[in-house]
Each structure stands twice: as structure tokens, then as C-alpha cells.
């Protein structure tokens, strides 16, 4: 039996109780009537004070933006902004719950932006499935914001929508559970080869799942270093290989798991049982189990395996139940076991870091950097089986990822502001710091 936070599962009957933890959090949105609210930020001692901030005077400041659009980032919020874009058809464990129902959920992420990056997040549950309508929302939005984070939208739309952002709007766009889920998985992932003393250009990964999340892991680690053909994509049916009956249909519904299939798998392996014999990681991010990953196929695996198994609530596999078949490192992502992998560590510093340079956009190499600066803090407090990642309490990580991630932005040529490393860093632990006391302030 185990009990966190008020949520009770049980390993005996596989029931999972939640009333407690429901009942506080509908108490708490009854009371506060939602979890953000728009707060001026300039003083006002009377009315007069109007004539300034609003008409008359105001106007000066319009016709100067007209004259230079830049000036926007300059003279209102934007240069702190960012929009939370989604349609509600793939929300948590909820599934299409639809725009309104995904609202609670885009307030909670709009307090992790603010207390852990110092961003201004604005929910935008939006009222269209069409992917195409979501593009022309977003271009349409993009004077208001400094910023783009898509969230909670189905896979496959969520890649096209994505790619076709990225390629039409000047200013960053960022899918979370995507890049956030895999830069996270990353971070964690260089710790662990490190400690097992395995090289990354040759280990064998299973990536069981082959959703939004595994699908941009699987991008990210050929990226850092990982061969594509080391790589194996487990879905529902099982291994994608070259020659599997649902090939053709593949390619026209979901190009971005075809393309997977079509790069890695180098061995041909046609079961789970011959994907998991020797292979060195297994990174799921599939559905809650347990039972999902069966202890069995981890003792198939390579001397020393690492085992993420990153569902929630309850992961694919007990971390108990991984290590008692042979694994040397385990991570899930909850917060009451160790090693908890978990995309809060990067979504905050990386739009705190792209916003404070004014990057053009997010690459691959700036999430990279984002791991390699949280790996970079984990070693400094001492890597361990059981410390691979650092913690959320660990505040102090965020403003050094966010100025690792502004730099790599400059170097790349995408950031509309040059900063020093030491510039960037003072002023995200300036904004985060001042973030954290105002929110710790209220009752």
C-alpha cells in the first residue's frame, strides 16, 4: 500500500483513491474562483493617474510601437508574456475532455510558469480540434505574446502543428509534451550513463510508447548523440519494423512515427522480448500501470540497465519490482520516489532563458543545453542511483538553465538580444526570486 498527497493506491487490487486529494483541489478552485488572476503592476494613487497610463497620454507610447513594432517588447508586457494554446483533446490522464474542462489544468501550468520561470502565462483554451485553425489562431495571437507553450494537444496533429509554428512565427514555439518531456528525460539520461559508465553512441534504447513524448525523446537523443538504428519504438502492436502490415497506413496518418520506424530497429527484433535482450535504457511513456512492463523483459536487458518509467500516476513498472530483475537505475515520474523526471525542471527556465535573449524561436540544441545544465547541477550535488535529476524544491537550478539556454540562443544566431552569461543569470534569478516571494505572500 502506498500513500502520498492523499492519493492511495493499492498494489493488491490495483484501485487507485483520489477523494480526498479531489475534494481539496474543487475547495480550493471554489474558493479562489480559478488559480491566476491579471494584477497591475505600476502604482496608482488616484485617478489622475489615468491620464498617463491610459488616455491622453498613452497615445505617445502607442505611436512610437507604430513606428517600430520592436518597441512592443519594450513598453508592455510582452517581453514577459506567453500564451498557453490548447484544445483540450489529450489533457493529463483525462483525455478529450474538450476547451473548458482543460481550463484548471492551464491555470496550474500558468502557476508553475510564474513560480519557477517568472513568467506571465495566459491560458488560451481554444474552441477548434482543426489543427489548421489552431496555426491561424496562434499567427493571429502572436502580437500579444512574447511566447508560445502547446499544451495537451493530441498525437499526431500536435507534430504538424508544431512544425508548421515553427516555421511561421517569430517567436518561440514550444510543445510541452513534447520538448519538455524529453529534454527532462535527457537530463536524467546523461546522469545515469554516467554512473553505469555506458557511452551513448553505443547503447541500445527501448522507447516503449510511441506517443508525442517518445517520439520527440527519440529526436532529441539522435541529436545528442544516440544512433538511430540503437533505437526501439514499441507501440500497442508492438516493435515498429520495416515490413509491418500497418506500414502504408502509417505513413499517411502519423509521417513523424513512420519516420521512426523507417530509422531505427537495426536488428529487425519483431517481439518485445527480442527488443528488450540486451538492451541498455528503457524509456516508457506509454499508459499508468502497473504491470505495463513486466519484470521479466528487464531481466532480458544488458548488464546494468536503466529503467524510466514515466507514467502517471502509477508507473509501468515499481521501482522495487525494475530493480529486483536487474535494474540499476530507476526513474518514474512521481514526486514521492526518486528520480522523478519531470518536464517542470525544463518548460519554465527555457521560456524564462528564450524570452530574456528575445530568441526567435526554440531549437533542439537549446533543450539539449537545458539538460546538459540540469545534468551539470545534479553532478555538482553528487550524482547517485538514487540522484540523477535535480529536484523542483532545488530552485536555484532554474536561473542557471534559463542563462544556459539564452547563450546557446545567441550562439546560434536566433536571439534578437546579446547578453553575457552573467547578465542572463542575475536577471532570471532577479525575476524568478521576486516571482517566488509574490506568490508566497498570498493567503
Known amino acids: 500500500m502506498l500513500k502520498k498527497f492523499n492519493l492511495i493506491f493499492s498494489k493488491d487490487t490495483g484501485v487507485i483513491t483520489l477523494s480526498e486529494l479531489d475534494k481539496k483541489a474543487i475547495e480550493i478552485s471554489s474558493k479562489y474562483k480559478g488559480k491566476i488572476q491579471i494584477l ?22 502607442s505611436k512610437e510601437i507604430a513606428k517600430n513594432k520592436e518597441l512592443s517588447f519594450h513598453y508592455t508586457y510582452r517581453w514577459n508574456a506567453i500564451a498557453i494554446v490548447t484544445d483540450g483533446t489529450r489533457v493529463l490522464g483525462l483525455g478529450d475532455i474538450g476547451p473548458e474542462a482543460a481550463m484548471p489544468v ?3 501550468k500558468a502557476l508553475i510558469f510564474k ?10 483554451p481554444i474552441g477548434t480540434k482543426d489543427p489548421d485553425k489552431i496555426i491561424e489562431t496562434v499567427k493571429i495571437l502572436e502580437p500579444a505574446f512574447g511566447g508560445i507553450n502547446l499544451e495537451d494537444i493530441e498525437s499526431p496533429k500536435c507534430f504538424y502543428i508544431l512544425d508548421k509554428l515553427r516555421q511561421t512565427v517569430e517567436i518561440p514555439v514550444w510543445h510541452d509534451d513534447q520538448q519538455g518531456t524529453a529534454g527532462a528525460t535527457l537530463a536524467g539520461l546523461i546522469t545515469s550513463l554516467e554512473i553505469t559508465g555506458k557511452d551513448p553512441k553505443n547503447i541500445r534504447v527501448i522507447l516503449y510508447g510511441a506517443g508525442a513524448a517518445n517520439i520527440a525523446t527519440a529526436r532529441l537523443l539522435y541529436k545528442y548523440g544516440v544512433p538511430y538504428e540503437n533505437m526501439i519504438v514499441i507501440d500497442s502492436k508492438g516493435p515498429l519494423y520495416k515490413g509491418r502490415n500497418d506500414e502504408d497506413s502509417m505513413k499517411l496518418e502519423n ?10 530497429n537495426k536488428i529487425g527484433a519483431r517481439t518485445i522480448e527480442d527488443a528488450f535482450k540486451g538492451a541498455d535504457v528503457l524509456i516508457a511513456a506509454s499508459k499508468p500501470g502497473p504491470g505495463v512492463i513486466k519484470s521479466d523483459w528487464i531481466k532480458l536487458m544488458n548488464k546494468d540497465p536503466i529503467v524510466f518509467a514515466l507514467a502517471n500516476p502509477v508507473p509501468e513498472i515499481w521501482p522495487d519490482e525494475a530493480k529486483n530483475a536487474g535494474a540499476r537505475i530507476v526513474a518514474t515520474g512521481r514526486s514521492d520516489l526518486p528520480n522523478q523526471v519531470n518536464n517542470s525542471l525544463i518548460f519554465p527556465a527555457v521560456f524564462r532563458g528564450a ?3 528575445r530568441a526567435k524561436t526554440i531549437t533542439d540544441e537549446m533543450v539539449i543545453e537545458a539538460a546538459r545544465e540540469l545534468a551539470s547541477f545534479a553532478r555538482e550535488k553528487g550524482i547517485n542511483e538514487n540522484y540523477i535529476i535535480p529536484k523542483m524544491t532545488e530552485w536555484e537550478v532554474y536561473p542557471r538553465v534559463a542563462a544556459a539556454v539564452g547563450m546557446k540562443a545567441i550562439q546560434q544566431g536566433i536571439a534578437r538580444v546579446s547578453l553575457s552569461y552573467d547578465e542572463i543569470y542575475s536577471s532570471a534569478r532577479e525575476i524568478i526570486n521576486s516571482a517566488r516571494k509574490l506568490l508566497s505572500s498570498l493567503t
Do not use: N, Q
Open 355 to 357: 524570452l530574456d535573449v
Open 106 to 108: 492551464m491555470e496550474g
Open 115 to 124: 513560480y519557477l520561470g517568472g513568467v506571465d502565462a495566459i491560458p488560451l
Open 40 to 61: 497591475p503592476k505600476v502604482p496608482i494613487k488616484s485617478i489622475d493617474d489615468f491620464a498617463v497610463l491610459y488616455t491622453p497620454g498613452i497615445a505617445a507610447v
Open 255 to 264: 509521417p513523424w512515427k513512420y519516420e521512426l520506424l523507417e530509422k531505427t
